[in-house]
Protein backbone atom coordinates (compact mmCIF):
# COMPACT_ATOMS: atom_id res chain seq x y z
CA UNK A 1 0.00 0.00 0.00
CA UNK A 2 1.91 2.90 -1.18
CA UNK A 3 1.53 6.17 0.49
CA UNK A 4 4.30 8.25 -1.90
CA UNK A 5 1.77 10.84 -3.10
CA UNK A 6 -0.32 10.93 -0.09
CA UNK A 7 -0.38 14.09 2.01
CA UNK A 8 -2.87 14.47 4.96
CA UNK A 9 -5.81 17.19 4.19
CA UNK A 10 -4.35 20.38 6.20
CA UNK A 11 -7.76 20.51 8.28
CA UNK A 12 -7.46 16.95 9.51
CA UNK A 13 -3.65 18.44 10.42
CA UNK A 14 -4.31 21.18 12.27
CA UNK A 15 -7.82 19.74 14.23
CA UNK A 16 -5.39 16.33 15.20
CA UNK A 17 -2.11 14.62 16.22
CA UNK A 18 -0.38 11.69 15.29
CA UNK A 19 -0.74 8.56 17.25
CA UNK A 20 0.34 5.61 15.17
CA UNK A 21 0.84 4.56 11.68
CA UNK A 22 -0.98 1.16 11.09
CA UNK A 23 -0.12 -1.05 7.47
CA UNK A 24 -3.36 1.16 5.38
CA UNK A 25 -4.11 4.24 8.13
CA UNK A 26 -2.59 6.79 9.90
CA UNK A 27 -4.64 7.30 13.55
CA UNK A 28 -5.01 10.40 14.86
CA UNK A 29 -6.33 11.82 17.83
CA UNK A 30 -8.83 14.97 17.59
CA UNK A 31 -7.82 17.98 19.68
CA UNK A 32 -10.84 17.71 21.60
CA UNK A 33 -10.91 17.13 25.26
CA UNK A 34 -14.58 16.06 25.47
CA UNK A 35 -14.44 13.12 23.50
CA UNK A 36 -11.96 10.44 23.33
CA UNK A 37 -12.06 10.43 19.42
CA UNK A 38 -9.20 8.98 16.62
CA UNK A 39 -9.80 9.09 12.77
CA UNK A 40 -8.62 7.15 10.60
CA UNK A 41 -6.40 8.08 7.11
CA UNK A 42 -5.84 5.83 4.54
CA UNK A 43 -2.74 6.74 3.28
CA UNK A 44 -3.24 6.71 -0.82
CA UNK A 45 -3.76 10.14 -2.38
CA UNK A 46 -7.33 11.14 -3.98
CA UNK A 47 -9.38 8.58 -2.10
CA UNK A 48 -13.18 10.60 -1.30
CA UNK A 49 -15.04 7.15 -0.08
CA UNK A 50 -14.55 3.76 1.38
CA UNK A 51 -15.95 2.50 -2.16
CA UNK A 52 -12.37 4.33 -3.64
CA UNK A 53 -10.12 1.50 -1.83
CA UNK A 54 -10.04 -1.91 -3.81
CA UNK A 55 -11.71 -5.08 -1.71
CA UNK A 56 -8.57 -5.67 0.01
CA UNK A 57 -7.76 -2.39 0.94
CA UNK A 58 -11.98 -2.37 2.66
CA UNK A 59 -11.23 -4.86 4.61
CA UNK A 60 -7.99 -3.54 5.73
CA UNK A 61 -9.76 -0.53 6.49
CA UNK A 62 -12.56 -2.36 8.78
CA UNK A 63 -9.99 -4.45 10.42
CA UNK A 64 -7.90 -1.12 11.60
CA UNK A 65 -11.00 0.37 12.42
CA UNK A 66 -11.54 -2.05 14.92
CA UNK A 67 -8.33 -2.32 16.12
CA UNK A 68 -8.42 1.64 17.01
CA UNK A 69 -11.89 0.81 18.79
CA UNK A 70 -10.86 -1.66 20.90
CA UNK A 71 -7.96 0.60 21.83
CA UNK A 72 -9.89 3.40 21.95
CA UNK A 73 -12.31 1.58 24.88
CA UNK A 74 -9.29 0.13 26.54
CA UNK A 75 -8.22 3.99 27.11
CA UNK A 76 -11.48 5.43 27.80
CA UNK A 77 -14.51 3.15 28.24
CA UNK A 78 -17.64 4.19 27.19
CA UNK A 79 -21.34 3.32 26.61
CA UNK A 80 -21.02 3.97 22.98
CA UNK A 81 -18.81 4.40 20.12
CA UNK A 82 -19.59 6.44 17.21
CA UNK A 83 -18.38 5.32 13.89
CA UNK A 84 -18.40 7.94 10.83
CA UNK A 85 -17.05 8.90 7.34
CA UNK A 86 -18.90 11.67 6.11
CA UNK A 87 -16.52 13.75 4.43
CA UNK A 88 -18.90 16.77 3.91
CA UNK A 89 -16.41 19.06 4.88
CA UNK A 90 -12.96 17.46 4.59
CA UNK A 91 -13.07 15.21 0.96
CA UNK A 92 -10.29 13.15 2.03
CA UNK A 93 -11.42 9.44 3.31
CA UNK A 94 -10.65 9.61 6.91
CA UNK A 95 -13.08 7.49 9.66
CA UNK A 96 -14.45 8.85 13.14
CA UNK A 97 -14.30 6.73 16.23
CA UNK A 98 -15.82 8.68 18.99
CA UNK A 99 -16.25 7.21 22.41
CA UNK A 100 -19.47 8.12 23.96
CA UNK A 101 -20.30 8.24 27.52
CA UNK A 102 -23.91 8.85 28.56
CA UNK A 103 -24.12 12.50 29.30
CA UNK A 104 -21.41 13.39 27.74
CA UNK A 105 -21.21 17.26 26.05
CA UNK A 106 -23.60 16.26 22.95
CA UNK A 107 -25.10 13.25 24.51
CA UNK A 108 -27.61 11.87 22.75
CA UNK A 109 -26.93 13.97 19.74
CA UNK A 110 -24.28 13.49 17.37
CA UNK A 111 -20.77 14.95 18.58
CA UNK A 112 -20.14 16.77 14.59
CA UNK A 113 -21.11 20.48 14.95
CA UNK A 114 -21.50 20.74 18.83
CA UNK A 115 -20.25 23.72 20.37
CA UNK A 116 -16.11 24.09 20.38
CA UNK A 117 -13.23 21.74 21.13
CA UNK A 118 -11.91 22.23 24.38
CA UNK A 119 -8.32 21.51 24.10
CA UNK A 120 -6.12 19.02 25.37
CA UNK A 121 -3.68 19.83 28.15
CA UNK A 122 0.05 19.45 27.20
CA UNK A 123 0.55 16.30 29.70
CA UNK A 124 -2.65 14.97 29.02
CA UNK A 125 -2.45 15.24 25.29
CA UNK A 126 0.88 13.23 25.89
CA UNK A 127 -0.20 10.92 28.21
CA UNK A 128 -3.36 10.06 26.05
CA UNK A 129 -1.35 9.39 23.30
CA UNK A 130 1.05 7.83 24.44
CA UNK A 131 -2.10 4.95 26.17
CA UNK A 132 -3.50 4.80 22.75
CA UNK A 133 -0.18 3.94 20.97
CA UNK A 134 0.54 0.93 23.44
CA UNK A 135 -3.43 0.13 23.13
CA UNK A 136 -3.03 0.22 19.49
CA UNK A 137 0.28 -1.60 18.64
CA UNK A 138 0.43 -3.75 21.97
CA UNK A 139 -3.26 -4.89 22.57
CA UNK A 140 -3.76 -6.70 25.29
CA UNK A 141 -4.24 -10.54 24.88
Request: contains cysteine.
Amino acid sequence: MSGRDFSLDPRLAADSCAVAALPLCEVRLMHDARYPWLILVPRQAGLVEISDLAAAEQTRLWQEVNQAAAALRAVAPCDKLNLGALGNIVRQLHVHIVARCIGDAAWPGPVWGYGAALAYAHEELAARREALRQALLHPAT
